[in-house]
């Protein structure tokens, strides 16, 4: 699977960005079918509390997304991107999100579980972690 991530993956205030939703979410939709996610994971990653928000997004096209989800959409993308370049095979790269990880940031659970506390850090943090990995 290919996406293009061009200019997704660094959160800005630019009024452009925000139309930007839509492509966001759908490459994240592509994403979160990649990693198996549930629909829960889905709206725990994006920070969304309601589904009937998320089905409504999802079918249009330009949604207007808040700043908070905006923000996360572009860590998880970046998080996607980071991955497929450190694991250029795709299957070991989308399976990474649930292995075990010892390293310090995640203390033998999953990125996955990291990234499922709910908190826009915990994000910043997986991406962080794969950018020093990248170097």
Request: charged letters at 20%.
């Amino acid at each position: 699977m290919s996406l293009n991530l061009a200019g997704l993956t660094q959160p800005t205030s630019h009024p452009d960005f925000a139309s930007a939703g839509g492509a966001g979410l759908r490459a994240f939709a592509n994403i979160a079918e990649a990693w198996g996610l549930s629909v829960a994971e889905q709206l725990k990653l994006l920070g969304i509390p309601s589904r009937s928000t998320f089905f409504k997004w999802r079918r249009e096209r330009q949604p207007r997304l808040s700043q908070d989800t905006l923000e996360r959409l572009s860590y998880l993308l970046g998080i996607y991107k980071s991955l497929q370049i450190l694991l250029p095979d795709t299957h070991a790269a989308d399976a990474w999100v649930r292995q075990p990880n010892s390293a310090a940031p995640f203390g033998g659970r999953s990125a996955l579980e990291r990234m499922l506390s709910g908190q826009v850090a915990d994000l910043y943090v997986v991406r962080q972690y794969l950018d020093a990995e990248r170097g």
